[in-house]
T-cell receptor
Framework: NAGVTQTPKFRVLKTGQSMTLLCAQD?????MYWYRQDPGMGLRLIHY???????AKGEVPDGYNVSRLKKQNFLLGLESAAPSQTSVYFC??????????????FGPGTRLTVL | RKEVEQDPGPFNVPEGATVAFNCTYS??????FFWYRQDCRKEPKLLMS???SGNEDGRFTAQLNRASQYISLLIRDSKLSDSATYLC????????????FGTGTKLQVIP
């Protein structure tokens, strides 16, 4: 049981390049999330999904797209990377998200630098 | 005013000391509260939920004060391994919609 995994762990991009971050969970969780963490800003929600085939915008969705074709996978895409997207990206999942006490389980993070 | 505010620290305390952190939240409709722990360059992990009546887990005690809109975390008998950043998390509604993370309080336990 690996929990939540993310690939890649590190990546350096040039401005304008595109990339996809992959998140996978083996806990059969319904809900999945993508966050970014920047110094002094806390974790901010980019997009989330409440189930296979569904996605929704979070607090800071601009410049990102997501897809959830399979329940266990949640992909985050950057179509044209910008230096402002330099950050640490965390994926998380939770059992259902309908209860206010549901816990989120986080992946190890992807450190992205955009030059 | 930020939705969730924490003193960033760092709190430098000697081993064996007792240390307490507070976290204030702005929305009185907030329903559930958590403390997460984040080690340097690692992912956040749930430390404990915070219940209205207060709760304890070993050396850790969490309390909620709805009237003053803050939660607290008390760590007794600090260990070197407690060194980390502690994130306050507030859920305004049932589910995912309004989960807000604080920026964290850094704790450094020194020998």
């Amino acid at each position: 049981n690996a929990g939540v995994t993310q690939t890649p762990k590190f990546r350096v991009l040039k401005t304008g390049q595109s990339m996809t971050l992959l998140c996978a969970q083996d806990m059969n969780h319904e809900y999945m999330y993508w966050y970014r963490q920047d110094p002094g800003m806390g974790l901010r929600l980019i997009h989330y999904s409440v189930g296979e085939g569904t996605t929704a915008k979070g607090e800071v969705p601009d410049g990102y797209n997501v897809s959830r074709l399979k329940k266990q996978n949640f992909l985050l895409g950057l179509e044209s990377a910008a230096p402002s997207q330099t950050s640490v990206y965390f994926c998380a999942s939770s059992p259902a998200g309908r209860s206010s006490t549901d816990t989120q389980y986080f992946g190890p993070g992807t450190r992205l630098t955009v030059l | 005013r930020k939705e969730v505010e924490q003193d960033p620290g760092p709190f430098n305390v000697p081993e064996g000391a007792t240390v307490a952190f507070n976290c204030t939240y702005s929305n009185s409709a907030s329903q559930s509260f958590f403390w997460y722990r984040q080690d340097c360059r690692k992912e956040p992990k749930l430390l404990m939920s915070v219940y209205s009546s207060g709760n304890e887990d070993g050396r850790f005690t969490a309390q909620l004060n709805r009237a003053s809109q803050y939660i607290s975390l008390l760590i007794r008998d600090s260990k070197l391994s407690d060194s980390a950043t502690y994130l306050c998390v507030v859920n305004m509604a049932g589910g995912y919609q309004k989960v807000t993370f604080g920026t964290g309080t850094k704790l450094q336990v020194i020998p």
